[in-house]
């Protein structure tokens, strides 16, 4: 290994926005599409192209040498199978907390107020007045516990609901009581909203299936920030086109959902396109990690959100 790592960006402005970079570290432009500035056995760290598709983040193998892969996300599922034992994979855990809590929190407010009703009523001048559940007093599921999942209960607090919060194992923690995923299907026939943020692996695929939905009480919400697979969509359409079962959801399987999916003409259907991160605040917030990322690499630590080492 040289003295001088070289560290692939996937756009200019990414690499600007960073700064001065260490001597012993290059700074390439590489979006994984197109041909980086140098031979791609010289990339040892990189950086990756934001929700990049799945065909694009396969570019990654070429780099033969790669050490370091540092996302622009939360969610890692699927790198582990790209990248195998080749290299370390670093997260962007913490940079999307905000955004991503304040979705889940306006896709609870604005389908148990009923905004998307009053959009389409907007649409065709009716003045129509009606009592909806509201967020007050609703028995809210959280099923996730991390960074984000911490930052949905502290948004949750200021509105009066009954919370519990459910994790990989029960325990207690400094905010109270926390089951087991596993609880979930006995709690289930009081959860008024269901609340998705864990990560997508083996044990929370179809973790909401239909038998989980079918206990849900007639008139239940399923909000899903986390990501698409973690519930039964087969299982979902047929909750929600019967009309028992609300949804407004942020992530789907598949994803971008298909023009002709029956969901698109459910009125009881709240559909935001992967969009949970992308505010504002994500780049600048994105630039501060990549920044501190950079000072850990090149001193030779591992720098923050490992969470595959190699």
Not at 85 to 107: F, K
Not at 128 to 137: E, F, M, S, V
Not at 254 to 266: A, I, Y
């Amino acid at each position: 290994m040289s003295a001088q790592r070289t560290i692939s960006f996937p756009s200019q402005d990414l690499i600007d926005a960073v700064g001065a970079f260490p001597e012993n570290l290059k700074p390439v432009l590489w979006d994984l599409n197109n041909d980086p500035q140098v031979p791609l056995d010289d990339i040892e760290i990189a950086v990756m192209p934001y929700m990049a598709t799945a065909d694009t983040l396969r570019s990654i193998r070429k780099a033969e040498n790669l050490k370091v892969v540092q996302t622009q996300t939360t969610g890692y599922d699927g790198m582990v199978e790209l990248i195998g034992d080749r290299a370390d994979i670093n997260t962007a855990a913490g940079v999307h907390a905000a955004s991503t809590a304040e979705m889940a929190i306006g896709l609870a407010i604005a389908s148990l107020r009923g905004f998307p009703q009053a959009v389409r009523d907007q649409q065709e001048g009716h003045w129509n007045p009606r009592q909806w559940p509201g967020l007050a007093d609703r028995t809210v599921g959280l099923v996730g516990v991390g960074g984000i999942g911490h930052e949905i209960r502290k948004r949750l607090e200021p509105f009066e609901v009954n919370l519990l919060r459910y994790g990989s194992a029960a325990r207690t923690d400094e905010y109270g009581q926390v089951f087991a995923t596993s609880d979930l299907a006995a709690h289930a026939p009081k959860i008024d909203v269901l609340i998705l943020i864990v990560p997508l692996n083996d044990s929370t695929h179809h973790l909401v299936d239909a038998p989980l939905l079918a206990k849900l009480p007639d008139g239940a919400t399923v909000v899903n920030v986390a990501r698409g697979p973690v519930v039964d969509t087969d299982a979902l359409v047929a909750e929600v086109a019967s009309g028992r079962l609300n949804v407004a959801s942020d992530v789907f399987d598949p994803e971008p959902l298909p023009q002709d999916h029956p969901l698109w003409k459910c009125p009881n259907a709240l559909i935001i396109p992967h969009n949970g991160g992308n505010t504002a605040a994500f780049y600048p917030r994105m630039v501060k990690l990549l920044q501190r990322q950079v000072a850990a690499w090149s001193a030779g630590e591992t720098g923050e959100n490992l969470v595959h080492r190699s």
